[in-house]
Nanobody
Framework: QVQLVQSGGGLVQSGGSLRLSCAAS????????MYWFRQAPGKEREFVAR????????LYADSVKGRFTISKDNAKNTVYLQMSSLKPEDTAVYYC?????WGQGTQVTVSS
């Protein structure tokens, strides 16, 4: 079992930046890719970004490509999502995921 604890998020103005963190603990997850998803009100949860573990290959949704960066710190077992040039449409609850395990979610609100 992998436990995922998220931090970061909050309220930011359009064009601003935020960083989300997702710290993993529990069984070894060296074979897991790590993901970020998001869910806006009234919408389905959607893929945002992925990073392979331990290789570090990244993949992004078209909607965030060039603005968001997923990264990892192997020593801290933590994955980050650096979000820049934020837009109101980025407003959502963001979740990290590893295998079948989800973080608790963190709210990101971008005001116009």
């Amino acid at each position: 079992q992998v436990q995922l604890v998220q931090s970061g998020g909050g309220l930011v103005q359009s064009g601003g930046s935020l960083r989300l963190s997702c710290a993993a603990s529990g069984r070894t997850f060296s074979t897991y890719a790590m993901y970020w998803f998001r869910q806006a009100p009234g919408k389905e949860r959607e893929f945002v970004a992925r990073i392979s573990w331990p290789g570090g290959t990244t993949l992004y949704a078209d909607s965030v490509k060039g603005r968001f960066t997923i990264s990892k710190d192997n020593a801290k077992n933590t994955v980050y999502l650096q979000m820049s040039s934020l837009k109101p449409e980025d407003t959502a609850v963001y979740y990290c995921k590893a295998g079948n395990n989800w973080g608790q979610g963190t709210q990101v609100t971008v005001s116009s």
